[in-house]
């Protein structure tokens, strides 16, 4: 989408000083208001800068511009302004996901200037930032040093790294895909070239690396700076030696095993035909333990997506509709004032749209406007017969000459819902 966010007065570009003083880069947007609200932590997923990229865009258009949310869009370890600005970088949920339960944190119970302001926190992320996002709340069932409730609401992984090492082989592979994302690494690593010494050491020759040697050098740069930077969270909150050899290293970015632990609720939206992200082997791996009535794991598992692309595969109006609704469940300022009312189907239209030949129903929506006694029920039905819509995908299509559109008003004195 073109979107200029940065031309938005409410949208601000940040950077985070963590405790271990590294600098995080990322965007702030801020209601006008000081309504508190909740707060969406978004992690960007592999090699992301904090610039002018659609992994930034995405996030504030669904859960800032269209949600009544707070959003603090956070850019990759995996990116060269992350390496650049730090000297260092590193791949990995265990270890991301620290980074973005310590920010949430701080901004729940340190920063004078915005606590006030946040209701609730949620973190969302996407591919590599997913896997952050699950370790996030990881983090949020096992801190032991949070009393008397949690710092985090809820999480969402979207197509989330699940298990690294089965999800770098994925992408190290000869496919279109594949050699897009190689191209995606090095692009990133040349950024780093003369300027971060890790990589000096790792790519002394200055070339594109092998496949196969990329993903060594991923693991190399982040067992050094897991050696450069004391991780005693990690020690504090699970029984395990900090990784120190390439082994740990992927042993311990394996989130599968760990899932059981997880009490925050999460919920994470894959797509089987995602192919940079093998579904199977990440967040399929989980289905085991998720979507039964007891478990704060809920998995949408899609035949369609493609990697990270729901809202063009489903719809932007049905995509920001899940996130919106994922972190309004989650919210006790809205699970407050909340109501469920049930009627029977009878009752909300006595005079019923018909539909024939090869029309089909499509959507609807309803309508409300203050002191008025009627919602306006409008009908959205696509006409394949119409001229040019024989081969339309209706969820791709943006002309209406595609679709009829028929409207009925509905009492809500029959709904049993006074009128305010």
Known sequence: ADYKYENNSLIQKIAITLKNNNILHGVLGLKPDMTARPLVIMQTGLATNADDASEFRWPIMHMFDESPFHILVLGSSTSSEFGLNNKTLFAGGHQEGQNLYEVARWLKYYNEDLRGRISSIH???????????????????????????????????????????????????????????????????????????????????????????????????????????????????????????????????????????????????????????????????????????????QILDTATGSHCAFGISHGWDVFTTFLRSEVLAHSPEFLGSYREHKTPLENVQADPVTISGKKKFFSFRFQAKSKSSFLQLTYQIFNPASSGCGLVDPFLDEDEDCFEFKSKRVNLQRLGIPVL
């Open 123 to 297: 973190v969302v992320g996407d591919s590599l930032g997913g896997h952050a996002a699950l370790f996030a709340a990881l983090y949020n069932d096992t801190d032991p040093h949070i009393k008397g409730g949690k710092v985090l609401n809820s999480a969402m992984g979207l197509c989330p790294v699940v298990d690294l090492n089965p999800a770098m082989n994925n992408i190290l592979k000869g496919t279109l895909a594949g050699k897009y994302m190689q191209e995606k690494i090095w692009w990133e690593f040349q950024k780093m070239l003369g300027k971060v010494p890790i990589i000096d050491h790792l790519i002394p020759n200055k070339t594109k690396p092998s496949a196969p040697r990329m993903k060594e050098i991923v693991a190399e740069a982040s067992l050094d700076y897991y050696g450069r930077h004391l991780i005693a969270l990690l020690e504090t909150l699970f029984d395990i030696i900090v990784p120190r050899s390439i082994n740990e290293y992927w042993h311990y970015n394996n989130f599968v095993d760990l899932g059981a632990q997880i009490t925050t609720p999460l919920a994470i939206w894959s797509a089987e035909d995602d192919p940079a992200i093998n579904t199977s082997e990440n967040a399929g791996r989980l289905k085991g333990i998720a979507n039964r009535n007891d478990s704060p794991i």
